[in-house]
């Protein structure tokens, strides 16, 4: 167990629908990470939450949005969903890297919610 | 902007030494990660360099240049349980496509 929770762990859906995909932090961190990985294809990193406040922003489509809340959980929501959704979805938290500069972080990672759309 | 290079794949026998490169371009460098992912599961911490030079770890190694925009993972006496994909994080946030190692008998 990493300490990072992700919810659901799997999730079927059709086409059209919005779901939305819960992530609670290690205990202690206050960055969270949010990141999409299709079948056999990279991490693609979708954004970031430090202590509630968006941080970084990556590939992440408009029909996406994220949150964190006020005890450091995270919500991704997905709405009009389409085929090319299917994938799993990963969320991770992160500390800071041992002798590292300010913002080197190591990230840790739930199990990840698979997400199938038919 | 960040661009990410590692090779797609690499295969290697049971007890041999495999290298897996990464070069990158990036701005704001802080140091380089190297993850694992078995298939189907979560990316797991390996190594962090910050600095130039060779970070070892066990039967992992990690290599950096920060000049030459250049890292590699050193992976000695493998087994077949090291077959999984590598995956390379300038910075730490945004991952090159791995490279996937199969470990051969």
């Known amino acids: 167990d990493s300490g990072v929770t992700q919810t659901p762990k799997h999730l079927i859906t059709a086409t059209g629908q919005r779901v939305t995909l819960r992530c609670s932090p290690r205990?202690?961190?206050?960055?969270v990470y949010w990141y999409q990985q299709s079948l056999d294809q990279g991490l693609q990193f979708l954004i970031q939450?430090?202590?509630?406040?968006?941080?970084a922003k990556g590939n992440i489509l408009e029909r996406f949005s994220a949150q964190q809340f006020p005890d450091l959980h995270s919500e991704l929501n997905l709405s009009s969903l389409e085929l090319g959704d299917s994938a799993l979805y990963f969320c991770a938290s992160s500390a800071p890297a041992s002798g590292g500069p300010s913002g080197a972080n190591v990230l840790t990672f739930g199990a990840g919610s698979r997400l199938t759309v038919l | 902007g960040q661009n990410i290079d590692q090779p797609t794949e690499m295969t290697a026998t049971e007890g041999a030494i495999v290298q897996i490169n990464c070069t990158y371009q990036?701005?704001?460098?802080?140091?380089l990660f190297w993850y694992q992912q078995h298939a189907g599961e979560a990316p797991t911490f390996l190594s962090y360099n910050v600095l130039d030079g060779l970070e070892e770890k066990g039967r992992f190694s990690s290599f950096l240049s920060r000049s030459k925009g250049y890292s590699y993972l050193l992976l000695k006496e493998l087994q077949m349980k090291d077959s999984a994909s590598y995956l390379c994080?300038?910075?730490?946030?945004?991952f090159g496509a791995g490279t996937r190692l199969t470990v051969k008998p």
């Open positions: 994080a300038p910075r730490g946030v945004r």
């Open positions: 939450y430090y202590n509630g406040e968006e941080r």
């Open positions: 990036t701005s704001g460098f802080n140091g």
């Open positions: 205990s202690g961190d206050l960055s």
